[in-house]
């Protein structure tokens, strides 16, 4: 009798497993957060890639405005976990990627579909200016 070619006893196989369910399951984790996930230079593009809509937050500590936003943005999370990844990008510990985007004042709220930006809120704004802009991108 012929030995299969994977045995269940493989541990690179087991290793590649759990890897891949730790992978899933922090995907899903992500996508039903009620909370805005941090998002820094390292991840953006992976998390952008990963969602189908993203919503992303760009913010510094000392920005009045940007604290103002916050609730909404928490708001925003917990009203479209599942459906939108809601994300915060900290401009001041990140700043390649707000220089890529050409973020230049914040707060600045970009909504990325498919890893592509299709909408932008600079300043600012009332939540459901920002509800507008999702339904626009979500159906």
Known sequence: MREPFISAGDEELNHIKEKKLG???EKIRAMSSTEPAHVTDSDFNKVVQ????ALIDFWAAWCGPCRALAPVIEDLAKEYAGKVFVGKLNVDENPQTAERLQ?????TVVIMKNGKEVDRIVGLCAKNYIEDALKKHTG
């Open 50 to 53: 990963e969602h189908s809509i």
């Open 23 to 25: 992978e899933l399951k």
């Open 103 to 107: 973020v230049y004042s914040i707060p």
